[in-house]
């Protein structure tokens, strides 16, 4: 049998981030890097011998030659199954649907996400477990225990598959089943939503721009909103994945995805605008005229979510609760208290809802940085939050104006914005944090600009499900309901520091809706800036990205 095992030697730098392991390609090219961080999973996910593996990638360069490998290291590690996606795509969401459909014990994916692609770009992996979920703290790090110390690895070395031909192949005694990226997707898809209506709405001459970024969504877009929904051909731009990204950044945002802003405050601008990211779990929702913030849009997406089909009121629908990561808005906190469901502040890292879904006491959730989903899978999934808001354009008959205007009459507005500081050096990005931390104490019941700070401190988290406590989540300003100031550091860059500075504003006097964000935050800029001192203190002149 040609298994065999191959002398390595540890790296130092392979502790896993918010999301896995993730770096410039450069690093993932020296030899056994990859084949290191793989045999690390395989020897403490020892579940996996014996059991179904899926694997596969956002399409990025160096997706190829990874999954080959992580194919071999898995027939060498005695894996019996192996579900690839064909031409070893798969989107995010898809993989974990995947990893739930095939009662998988795991799935790779090899993703960085929203980073840039291409030889100068970035590289990642993450490992999910049974059920389609994230690797949680504790087993990360384990995995990054193990990488420390590894001195071999294992793989079939017999020849590889043919990852464009859909169906069996054999590898030793591994059996590989290359399987349609989309079709097990689409269908879970078909089950939540109402797509004879949403058809009807397009067919009255509803309108989408979709953009794909040149990303993984591409496919997937094509299939659901052209091919089952109807939308008119055109309505999915940049849809052919490509191994760079097309040179650009595939991160929705109000910079890198301008051009939509630009659209949608545009004569002609389309009913829904919206876009995914790199790996297809991020969404942006822009209406006619306006752009949805990620935490309006997990609260509107809240208040509306029963009416469409997978999530009718019932013995197993209807709302259980809502969650929010803990820098995101408090939007979804004000539709969780007039729904009467529970409603959780988890640390940032979709792994943190996890438990919560599968406990069934979590049926929608969603950050700030552009990731929502629900109790459909284990990872944010950017196209399900589109068609969500599909399904409730189609089913109110409302533009997305109409919908975020009444919902603020409601429930109030939460005005937000995020600033980054990126690649800063460590040891400044440490002294704002440190000199916040110290500050904190006497910061509370201290007035600013007429707002008093109720509360300032470390974010903790014990997990309602299994006690597991995580520490040092991000320091916080409270102003009562009033307003925040969120302070943490970026787990997913792969150069120098990044800093994220969070703002949030509530009004809910009529007068007070309909403000310009930056003139609503513009005050509670001030304050930050002279309480947290980021650009002081790093020698900068403001955040390299505003969303
Ligand atoms: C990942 C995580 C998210 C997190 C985001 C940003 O998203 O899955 O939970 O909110 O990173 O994290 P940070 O603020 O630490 O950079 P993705 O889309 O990059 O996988």
Redesign the pocket.
Known sequence: MPVCEQLTQPYTDQKP????LRKKVAVFLQPHYLENFLQAIFDVETSLKGSTLVIGGDGRYHNRVAIQTAIAMAAGNGISKVVVGQGGILS?PAASNLIRVHDAAGGLLF?A???PAGPDGDFGI?FNIAGGG?APEALTGKIYEASRTISRYRLFDGGSVDLDRCGNQQLGDTLIEIVDSVDDYAHLQQSLFDFDLIRAWFKRGGRICFDAMHAVTGPYAQRILIEQLGAPAGSVINATPLEDFGGGHPDPNLIYAKHLLDLAMSADAPDLIAAS?G?G??NMILGRGLFISPGDSLAMLAAHLDKLPGYKNGPKGGIRGLAR?MPTCRAVDVVAKALEVECFETP????FFCNLLDAGRLTLCG?????TSSSHTRE?DGLWAVLAWLNVLATTGKSVQQLADAHWARHGRHYYVRHDYDELPVAAANTVVDSLRKALPSLIGSTHDDWTISQADEFSYTDPVDGSIATGQGLRIVFGDAARIIL??????TEGA?L?LYLERYENAADKLAWPTSDALAPLAQTADRIVRLNELTGRKGPSVIT
């Open positions: 981030g918010t999301a896995g995010t993703t996400s929203h980073n993450k994230q990211d790996d779990d991020r990561s940032t890292g979709w792994k950050e700030e940085s552009f990731g944010k943490r550091l970026s787990g997913t860059g990044t994220r």
